[in-house]
T-cell receptor, first 115, second 116 residues
Framework: DQQVKQNSPSLSVQEGRISILNCDYT??????FLWYKKYPAEGPTFLIS?????DKNEDGRFTVFLNKSAKHLSLHIVPSQPGDSAVYFC??????????????FGKGTKLSVIP | GAGVSQSPSNKVTEKGKDVELRCDPI?????LYWYRQSLGQGLEFLIY????????KSGLPSDRFSAERTGGSVSTLTIQRTQQEDSAVYLC??????????????FGPGTRLLVL
C-alpha cells in the first residue's frame, strides 16, 4: 500500500519554463512534507519542506504548495534550469511513536530540463 | 569528511552469504537512519538509531537483517544469508536530533548491493 504517490515517473520541461512536480498521500497522520533531489550515484539532497499547518513555502526558485483537504502537494521550479535535471522524491513524515520521525518516500519523478 | 559516508559503494555477493554495510554519519548527529531503495521503488525505511539504541526497528524486512551503532557514531547494517530480493541501494541518513523536532535528514551516497 503506497502511502506517498508520485504518479508521473518522468517530466520534460524547456529551460526557463515552470516545472511542476506532483505528489499525493493517503495517510492523514503525516504532518511534515519534504522534497529531495537526487543525482545519479549520489544520495538524496534535501531541497525544501513544508509543515502541515502551512499551505505554501518558498525558497528562491522553489515553492512547495500543500492542499491538505486533497492530500496533495506540489513542487514548482521557476525558472527551470538544466542543472535542475534530476530525480525528485516527495517524502512525508510522521512521528512513529518509537522516538523517530519516519520518512515515507514516493517513487520519484525524473525531471529533464531541455536547454 | 563533512557529509555522510558509506562503504562499500558497491557490493556483489552470492546468494546465502552474509554482508556488512557501513555508515559514517555527520559528526555530532545523534540520529541515524537506514533506508533501502529497490529498483523502481521509493525509499523504504528500515531502522532508526538515537545514539546507540534503536527505538524503531519496524522497517526491517526479516530477522536476517540487523544493525548496530557504536560510540554514537558508526553504524553497521548486516544482512545474513542474502537473497536475490535483497538487491537494492542501501542508504544511510543522519540528523542532529531525532525527536521531538523535525530535523532535516542528510543522506550518504548509498551502497549498491547485488545478490547473484
Amino acid at each position: 500500500d503506497q502511502q506517498v504517490k508520485q504518479n508521473s515517473p518522468s517530466l520534460s520541461v524547456q529551460e526557463g519554463r515552470i516545472s511542476i512536480l506532483n505528489c499525493d498521500y493517503t495517510n492523514s497522520m503525516f504532518d511534515y512534507f519534504l522534497w529531495y533531489k537526487k543525482y545519479p550515484a549520489e544520495g538524496p539532497t534535501f531541497l525544501i519542506s513544508i509543515s502541515s499547518i502551512k499551505d505554501k513555502n518558498e525558497d528562491g526558485r522553489f515553492t512547495v504548495f500543500l492542499n491538505k483537504s486533497a492530500k496533495h502537494l506540489s513542487l514548482h521550479i521557476v525558472p527551470s534550469q538544466p542543472g535542475d535535471s534530476a530525480v525528485y522524491f516527495c517524502a512525508a513524515s510522521r512521528y512513529s511513536g518509537a522516538g523517530s520521525y519516519q520518512l515515507t518516500f514516493g517513487k520519484g519523478t525524473k525531471l529533464s530540463v531541455i536547454p | 569528511g563533512a557529509g555522510v559516508s558509506q562503504s562499500p559503494s558497491n557490493k556483489v555477493t552470492e546468494k546465502g552469504k552474509d554482508v556488512e554495510l557501513r555508515c559514517d554519519p555527520i559528526s555530532g548527529h545523534t540520529a541515524l537512519y537506514w533506508y533501502r531503495q529497490s529498483l523502481g521503488q521509493g525509499l523504504e525505511f528500515l531502522i532508526y538509531f538515537q545514539g546507540n539504541s534503536a527505538p524503531d526497528k519496524s522497517g526491517l524486512p526479516s530477522d536476517r537483517f540487523s544493525a548496530e551503532r557504536t560510540g554514537g557514531s558508526v553504524s553497521t547494517l548486516t544482512i545474513q544469508r542474502t537473497q536475490q530480493e535483497d538487491s537494492a541501494v542501501y542508504l544511510c541518513a543522519s540528523s542532529r536530533v531525532g525527536t521531538p523536532f523535525q530535523e532535516t535528514q542528510y543522506f550518504g551516497p548509498g551502497t549498491r548491493l547485488l545478490v547473484l
